[in-house]
């Protein structure tokens, strides 16, 4: 899994959602994944029940860095990214005529991966109602309500997300202008609005509600300084 997340993030472009930031990649694999055999990217990879379920207790809330309660409306959530990564990857084998499994090593491979999780997040938004036709995101009046039912459950962030929307949507809108070498099967939008949002909720957390772990000062130093958060040397962020 380490050496996918570390593809992922050296096939960066600047159109769409880059995959520099490894933390946040481990989210959204946490999140696609899940322990569910049905979904693992190297499908000769199996694993026993036991070691799924005490996969899943490790990872709960792993990536956590405020003490929110959001933890209810993320898991919401998950079963829909889920359902939306199974049928794209299904349509995406089925286009390429791929039978054989994702190898490791092959950077070429693992950008259909990162396609796929592209299209899976569209996916997601689409099912919300939060993008048009075409994968572009819906205006704020639509945006605000979606981000309050499936991201933010306390009662400080509610006056922040207005805010956060806006700003995020102009993050957005700033990248599709950006020339890129890359064609993307999917718009990117969403991609890149959920890790804006990701962002700015991470940096707004009360000081009382921040998990105060070596690895999230560390996540949110690079965020705050606007620096992809690289978890390749994982002794810089383990507690001692």
């Known amino acids: 899994m380490l050496k ?9 472009f600047a159109a769409s959602y880059d995959f520099k930031d490894s933390y946040y990649n481990e989210i959204l694999l946490a999140d696609l994944l899940d322990g569910d055999d049905s979904l693992m ?6 694993r026993s029940t036991t070691e799924i379920a005490d996969d899943k207790c490790k990872r709960q809330h792993k990536h956590k860095c405020c003490n929110d309660s959001n933890g209810e ?15 794209v990857k299904s349509k995406d084998r089925s286009e390429q005529g791929a039978t054989e499994p994702i190898d490791m090593f ?4 693992v950008n259909r991966v990162k396609q796929d999780v592209l299209c899976a997040l569209e996916c997601v938004a689409n099912k919300k109602n939060a993008v048009d036709a075409n994968g572009n995101l819906l205006e704020p009046a639509v945006l605000i309500p979606f981000v309050k039912e499936n991201f933010a459950a306390d009662p400080w962030q509610e006056p922040l997300i207005p805010g956060f929307v806006d700003s995020c949507l102009q993050e957005v809108a700033e990248k599709k202008t950006k020339p890129s070498s890359e064609e993307t099967r999917c718009n990117p939008a969403s991609a890149q609005f959920g890790y804006c949002m990701w962002r700015q909720f991470t940096l707004a957390c009360p000081k009382e509600r921040q998990e105060t772990s070596k690895k999230c000062d560390k996540v949110r130093e690079k965020l705050l300084n606007n620096e992809p958060v690289s978890m390749y040397h994982r002794h810089d962020y383990d507690d001692k």
């Open 41 to 46: 990217v190297f499908d000769r990879y199996k």
């Open 106 to 109: 092959s950077c070429e491979k």
């Open 4 to 12: 996918l997340v570390i593809c992922l993030s050296f096939l960066a």
């Open 73 to 87: 409306n993320l898991d919401k959530i998950k079963d829909l990214k889920r359902q939306c990564f199974t049928e």
